[in-house]
């Protein structure tokens, strides 16, 4: 018998561990995978390591134990009624990230699974939280959650880069669209492939040229550069078997547009992609994926170029 695939599924008890597991059980259904369920409270070791450690104290460390052991095996009921095998796990060692990070390594799953939050400004400005080192360093499919209905059928929204005017390498496209023509395929749904491009880079290039005040023709320009994306979206399109209408091409920023159009649309899951940067650029150009992900209203599967 062939050994099935496994999704890695982090459960913060924060932040809507049913939503979460409920993901998990429904793609673990359609793509006939076990779960790996680790249960992410708070560490609680340093109640037994005191100056003058107690009875007291590791009986409550016992009982604590207990009860996120049983939250744990609460939480795979529902997947174990539908008949897959599920581990249960407490994950409490942190930093969170580097601990889900060297799991994935080790068990190689087709999904990791979890919540996604609302990071604050300052997490923002710094990239410190969890989420954005997993976005930038985890090499399987990571597929963050977010507190809403998932219908039967989703609407699946893929957000690809034909000309790869942001540094993203062409085979990721190709990634992201068989992600999601492979989600829909075994769950229903329809995909919806989005391109966004800025007019203005290719005007601003048009300037470099030349040392002399001149006319810079905005409007051939932009017109010439809207035909040249829109040539490359459709035979991008067109090698999976998606229509013209099902690609969609916008003006403007991708971190602006992608948000605004996954409303439009009632998208139930974006699929991006996310390149491996280091260094000064990695602090300063983040991701687009980074950038959307606290104003996206659905979830996010993020697709890694490694």
Known sequence: MAKKDKILVIAEPDYCPVTTVHRATWLAQIFDCDLDLH???????????GVFPSPQADQLQEWILTEQEAMANKLAEEARKLGITV???????????????????????????????YHCEAERAG?????????????????????????????ILCAVDPMHEHDKPAKLDHSIIKAGVDLAAKGGGQVTLLHTFTPMVSVGDAAKKTFKPIR????????????????????????????????????????????????????????MGALARWGLKRMILGSTAEKVLDHLPCDILIISNN
Not at 87 to 116: D, G
């Open 87 to 117: 581990r249960t796990r407490l994950l409490t060692k942190r930093p969170l990230a580097e601990s889900i990070l060297k799991i994935a390594e080790k068990l190689q799953p087709r999904f990791v699974v979890k919540a996604t939050q």
């Open 39 to 49: 249960f992410a409270d708070a560490p609680i070791n340093i109640l037994g390591k």
């Open 127 to 155: 990239f410190v939280h969890s989420d954005w080192q997993l976005i930038r360093e985890c090499r399987y499919p990571l597929w963050l959650v977010k507190p809403h209905d998932f219908p039967k059928k989703p609407v």
């Open 216 to 271: 810079i023709p905005v409007k051939e320009i932009t017109a010439r550069m809207r035909r040249e994306h829109r040539d490359m979206l459709d035979r991008l399109a067109a090698e999976y078997g998606i229509g013209k209408k099902q690609a969609i091409q916008l003006p403007g920023r991708p971190h602006e547009i992608i948000p605004a159009f996954a409303r439009e649309k009632k998208a139930d899951v974006v699929i």
